[in-house]
């Protein structure tokens, strides 16, 4: 059934010219499109009808950047996010073994780049013999191997991490390890679902490895809960082309919930493994073989694959951390009238921000990042820091945000990054930078792919939520209490294409 009709809701603006309704109205769903909103409507024969009772309702939220293989992974592999240190990392490696005596150890979510020094090789070997051990940052930038590992994988052995291009590259090699838990589609359903019960209708999956037809196999086998569109990376870039794949043409094998969409490029690396490639030297250069980070592409080649992909009709999704890269992939863009999205934006110059306005692209934005990188992006970019997660300045000149987690590196929960887009705090501190900062009104808009309050046109992809999300405390001024209720924001229905595909109320 694509057809719903849900009453006694109150429907949430999305713009400051908007009024919400002085009382709930009917919101009716029709064949995925919502087709008639107002009080006492009439329910077609056959219809489902759902009584809201006074819920708050909203578009269904989208999270526009994520690594669906690697979230759905990520809660199987061992936690190092607590490591504070290359021996903490290590104590919970040797702890693993001793559990688990021969398996393969995969960790995730350590962040080396708040440790005092650089780790090895060796003292990896040293606690685990010859069980092989893949340690992935947190960041997805770089993985601290051992040696079996390393020559498991077919990797040049070395004595320090694997990172960027040749560490990406290896991501669709992790399985011939074993010990990386379970990626078949019932395990990808149970993570959808997770994702349905938060409010979200719709991912960006820019999974490291894959091909379209991975997600027809899941599409057939129960993974048809949200609408996916799946971006592909210069490895399958020829191959997409020749199926003749444009970006929001519905993936072979599925309907047109799950799309093809844009060509992913990761134009430079992260701060994290300080390998964004920035316009000045980072504030500890001195460790660094490259001082100011690196760019991972040539400019030829970077111009080359955005006017490859442009000429096949595919949006092109652009990576980049640093100004430098910033600055260069859009340059890229004006050159070759490629069109999409600059992902991440993180640290970018004001005069490059209006760049992107001028453009037409989107800042594809990850705002739970900016609580993991305020200490470490302090240390290493100093002053810089004003320039960073600069959402304010975005929304100020016209660019259009489209929020995500990039999960696993940031949870996918969207109400977590809602929360940190309005106050730019992890823990009692002062907002970081709260300039830069949006209203609960601009984060959520910024979180629902582009679409309108509910009305009639809009898609039937909806959300009831047991609280008002634009309400303050008794001090509105208080980002604190406001993030705090943001985060507690619980969700009793979600509903895709007129499908509900989550329901607890």
């Known amino acids: 059934m694509t057809s719903l009709l849900i009453r006694h809701a109150r429907p949430v603006p999305l713009r400051p010219d908007e009024r919400a309704p002085d009382r709930p109205v009917d919101v009716l769903v029709e064949h995925g499109s919502v087709t008639a909103v107002g009080p006492g409507l009439a329910r077609p024969q056959g219809v489902e009808e759902i009584d809201a009772d006074g819920r708050w309702v909203i578009p269904g939220l989208w999270d526009q950047h994520l690594h669906m293989t690697q979230w759905t992974l990520a809660s199987q592999r061992l936690d190092l996010s607590s490591a504070r240190s290359p021996e903490e990392a290590l104590g919970l490696v040797r702890a693993r073994i001793a559990e688990r005596p021969g398996q393969p150890v995969i960790g995730w979510g350590h962040r080396a780049g708040t440790w005092d020094r650089e780790v090895t090789v060796s003292e990896l070997d040293a606690v685990s ?19 079996t590992a390393l020559m498991h994988l077919a990797l040049p052995v070395r004595d320090s991490v694997v990172r960027e291009t040749e560490w990406f590259a290896t991501y669709p090699r992790l399985g011939t390890l074993g010990g990386d838990g379970e990626t078949a589609p019932p395990a990808f359903r149970r993570a959808l679902d997770a994702a349905a019960a938060l409010g979200i209708a719709g991912i960006v999956d820019f999974e490291f490895s894959g091909t379209p037809e991975d ?28 199926a003749g794949l444009r970006t929001g043409d519905p993936l072979p094998g599925c309907d047109d919930r799950a799309t093809m969409g844009p060509l992913k490029i990761i134009s430079d690396g992260s701060l994290n493994t300080r390998t964004a490639w920035c316009c000045e030297p980072y504030g500890d250069a001195h460790r660094l ?67 992107m306005a001028a453009l037409g692209l989107r800042a594809s934005v990850q705002p739970a990042h900016l609580l993991d990188d305020r200490d470490l992006t302090e240390r ?20 259009e945000l489209a929020m995500g987690s990039d999960a696993p590196v940031s949870p996918l929960d969207p109400w977590l990054a809602i929360a940190a887009a309005v106050h730019r705090s992890a823990d009692e501190r ?18 629902v792919d582009g679409q309108p309050s509910v009305g009639v046109g809009s898609r039937g992809d909806l959300a009831l939520l047991d609280r008002d999300p634009l309400a303050t405390g008794p001090d509105p001024d208080d980002t604190a209490a406001t993030a705090a209720r943001l985060r507690g924001t619980r969700v009793g229905l979600t509903v895709v294409g007129g499908l509900v595909v989550h329901r607890d109320l």
């Open 215 to 242: 997600w027809a196999t899941r599409w057939a086998q129960g993974c048809d809960r949200l609408r996916v569109r799946w971006g592909t990376y210069a490895s399958t870039l020829e191959r997409v082309i020749a």
């Open 380 to 399: 290493i970019w100093g002053d810089r820091s004003e320039r960073c997660f600069a959402f304010r300045w975005m929304l100020d000149d016209g660019v």
């Open 129 to 147: 013999g010859d069980v092989p051990v893949v340690l992935m940052s947190g960041d997805g930038h770089h993985g601290w191997l051992n040696t």
């Open 430 to 447: 002062e907002p970081w930078h709260p300039e830069q900062a949006l209203t609960p009104q601009e984060a959520l808009a910024a979180s």
């Open 289 to 355: 073989e490259y001082p100011s980070g690196q760019p991972n592409q040539s400019p030829d080649e970077l111009r080359r694959l955005l006017a490859r992909a442009h000429g096949a009709g595919l949006e092109v999704a652009t990576h980049a951390i640093g100004d430098a890269a910033a600055a260069d992939a859009l340059s890229a863009y004006a050159e070759t009238g490629a069109r999409g999205s600059i992902e991440h934006a993180q640290m970018m110059r004001r005069e490059d921000v209006t760049r």
